[in-house]
């Protein structure tokens, strides 16, 4: 099918066709600059996903550069005459941050991929934006230190894009997300200025925080080059449970109820029933047992460096959990069932993909309401005809609503569902919450901005993306 999407791009199946960027003359000096490059159009489609939906947006030009001063040289041309540029990471993001979605030059980070430098006296990491996550966390471990932030697609994102992003992941419940352990950025600015945005410090008031500020801004104020980190002792013990509940909102009830008793999980995940039953089929796992009245599980971690008090908060959990309706609860007591455990939910996202053309909308709320926006999904999803699959972090009341469209025809997906997605944000901007707890805005949540914000506030984040890329040239269309 054949259309024009809300941009103006024609689209057939999501793949854009869009107006030629690069005249003749750009096109040779950019791909004679000396720094690695694609022209074909197979990598070209390659570099122009990434993992939202089915979208595809090609580049004109992709470019492979190594050094932030080769990145200066590129922006600095793209900025005088006008280029649209995309920086590009491991492409893993859910919300199209990466898809060049104007055509021109596309910036891979991929050749960024170096530890420079693990600080063991200050715990602090020095690190190059292209190191997938958790090869950093691990060369940290090695060590006796811990990097928390560990998104699903730790073992195949770039730590720039986390950055970027702000992402989080299930230790954020204890340990907070990434925007918590950046001390200080190399980052290229739109105009081609390298700058340093902080201080390799743990406390700074130096006058506004840059360095917060292009944390979260997904690749629109400036290519991200070097990252410094803090870093924390590695926990020596830790403990998890699988909790099976009869009722996914009374699962919901129980977290805050957790967190009310004093214990603070380093892990705290929801799955309903399908989202659990997917990842084992996709996984080939079925050493976890799912009994036909089970219709939601809590995977609950705890961590530290004192076995004793473990299993006391261990017992405190325990008690809490006695006044809610639960099955047997598995206590994994391996560290190969662990590891099972862990890799079911952090397959989900995966599982759903095999099942079915989905979208997936990073909600968040306080947790106190995760039983009263799980409750708003499901009714939206009747009113409108499509079935949803949810799971997430509840520790952070983050819940990723995965709407299925299975039998859904074209009109109900592309004209009905975007009406849905707005009552259920909506719910959540009422409910004390915002649209995005850590896939960021994009491409595909931009529209729905202005529910989270007055324009007032929208103006504000418009006017600084201003003054950074007066030309508007990094990473067009995000965002606003």
């Keep these: 099918m054949l259309y024009l999407d809300g941009l103006g791009y024609l689209i057939y199946s999501h793949f854009c066709i869009h107006m030629a960027q690069l005249t003749e003359p750009q096109f040779k000096y950019l791909s004679s600059l000396g720094i690695k490059f694609h022209e074909d159009q197979a990598q070209l489609v390659a570099y122009g996903h990434d993992e939202t ?18 990145i200066s040289k590129i922006m600095s041309y793209c900025h005088e005459h006008s280029i649209p540029l995309t920086p590009a990471g491991a492409r893993t993001g859910l919300s199209g941050g990466s898809l060049p979605l104007h055509g021109g030059v596309l910036i891979s980070m991929e050749k960024f991929n170096q530890i420079l430098h693990i600080d063991t006296d200050n715990l602090q990491v020095t690190t190059q ?35 970027s992003e702000n992402s989080g992941g299930p230790k954020a419940v204890k340990y907070g997300v990434t925007k918590d352990y950046v001390l200080n950025l190399e980052v290229v600015l739109p105009t081609g200025e390298i700058i340093w945005t902080g201080a390799n410090v743990l406390k700074n008031a130096t006058g506004y925080n840059l360095t917060q500020l292009i944390v979260g801004s997904e ?4 290519i991200i080059t070097k990252i410094v980190l803090r870093l924390l002792p590695h926990p020596t013990h830790d403990v998890l449970f699988l909790v099976p509940f009869f009722d996914a909102k009374t699962a919901c009830a129980a977290v ?15 799955m309903e029933r399908e989202a659990l039953l997917w990842a084992k089929a996709f996984t080939g796992d079925e050493t976890i047992p799912v009994a036909d009245n089970h219709q939601a599980h809590l995977l609950i971690e705890l961590d530290g460096f004192d076995q ?13 959990l006695e006044a809610f309706e639960t099955d047997e609860i598995l206590f994994a007591d391996s560290s190969a069932q662990k590891a099972a455990l862990w890799n079911l939910r952090r397959k989900v996202g995966e599982a759903v993909k095999t ?32 079935k949803s699959v949810c799971y997430g972090h509840a520790g952070d009341g983050n819940l990723h609503v995965n709407i299925i469209r299975g ?43 202005p529910l989270a914000f007055p324009e007032v506030t929208l103006n504000l984040m418009r006017e600084i993306k201003r003054v950074f890329d007066p030309k508007g040239i990094l990473n067009p269309g995000k965002i606003f």
């Design 129 to 163: 934006p292209g190191v997938i996550t958790e090869v950093l966390q691990q060369a940290v471990k090695e060590h006796g230190l811990f990097y928390p932030p560990d998104p699903a697609s730790k073992g195949s994102c770039f730590i720039g894009g986390n950055v």
């Design 355 to 386: 099942q079915s053309v989905y979208k997936e909308e990073d909600t968040v709320v306080p947790r106190f309401q995760l039983p009263n926006l799980l409750d708003h999904v499901k009714k939206v999803g009747g009113r409108y005809g499509f």
């Design 407 to 449: 039998e859904l025809s074209d009109e109900q997906w592309e004209h009905e569902l975007p009406k849905a997605i707005t009552e259920i944000f909506k719910e959540v901007v009422r409910l004390g919450g915002t649209i995005s707890g850590e896939h960021g805005i994009g491409y595909v949540q931009r529209p729905y901005m």
């Design 308 to 320: 004793d008090q473990l299993m006391r908060e261990a017992e405190q959990l325990f008690l809490v």
């Design 219 to 222: 690749g629109t104020l400036g």
């Design 256 to 270: 805050p109820e957790i967190f009310k008793a004093g214990i603070i999980p380093s892990g705290m995940e929801f």
């Design 53 to 70: 939906e089915d979208f595809v947006f090609p580049p004109e030009l992709v470019l492979i550069p190594s050094s932030a001063e080769e």
